[in-house]
């Protein structure tokens, strides 16, 4: 167990429709990191947050969008939602927020999201 | 570009043989390489990481070397076991950034 926590494991829903995704980072850990994997293209970074703020955006298309709680938590919002964006989305925490430093990113169990 | 290439992408070795994946980058200013193993429908879990500043770190029957010249970096596993098998990512940590760009993965499967 990584201590990273998302919910919920699944969910399945209609095309069109908007869900929401929730990640608590480990105890102590101030960034949030969201990454896409799929058949096709992998593990995708798509956004990072780091106290609250955000740091970095990946390949995150618009009808994505996410935020960071002062409780530290996550939420990424999947909207106007496509075939294309069944996949699993993972999040990451590490202590800090990179920038170059040397951080270990320990991933949650995953929302496996399928779009009908 | 920021890519980076990961070989093979599926490796099959009979158990007690030893497996090597390698992982090239591009970008000078990555300085930290980690490994992620994948089980099926499960999270990518760290197993080893090196920093820049070093050749080469081992980790019981795990190993991973590092070329900063050539900008490679490889994964080796001895004694392989067959709970051993599963995708194996290679990453590189973005220079101006936090975020992991990962390698497409190698399937390894090790048979009894």
């Known amino acids: 167990d990584s201590g990273v926590t998302q919910t919920p494991k699944h969910l399945i829903t209609a095309t069109g429709q908007r869900v929401t995704l929730r990640c608590s980072p480990r105890?102590?850990?101030?960034?949030v990191y969201w990454y896409q994997q799929s058949l096709d293209q992998g593990l995708q970074f798509l956004i990072q947050y780091y106290n609250g703020e955000e740091r970095a955006k990946g390949n995150i298309l618009e009808r994505f969008s996410a935020q960071q709680f002062p409780d530290l938590h996550s939420e990424l919002n999947l909207s106007s939602l496509e075939l294309g964006d069944s996949a699993l989305y993972f999040c990451?925490?590490?202590?800090?927020f990179g920038r170059g430093t040397w951080e270990t990113q320990y991933f949650g169990p995953g929302t496996r999201l399928l779009v009908l | 570009g920021e890519n980076v290439e990961q070989h093979p992408s599926t490796l099959s070795v009979q158990e007690g043989d030893s497996a090597v994946i390698k992982c090239t980058y591009s970008?000078?200013?990555?300085?930290?390489f980690p490994w992620y193993k994948q089980e099926l429908g499960k999270r990518p879990q760290l197993i080893i990481d090196?920093?820049?500043?070093?050749g080469e770190k081992k980790d019981q029957r795990i190993a991973v070397t590092l070329n900063k010249t050539a900008k490679h970096f490889s994964l080796h596993i001895t004694e392989t076991q067959p709970e051993d098998s599963a995708v194996y990512f290679c990453a590189r940590i973005r220079g101006s950034q936090g975020n992991l760009i990962f390698g497409k993965g190698t399937k390894l499967s090790v048979k009894p």
């Open positions: 970008d000078s200013a990555s300085n930290y």
């Open positions: 105890s102590g850990d101030l960034s």
């Open positions: 090196i920093r820049s500043n070093v």
């Open positions: 990451a925490s590490s202590v800090g």
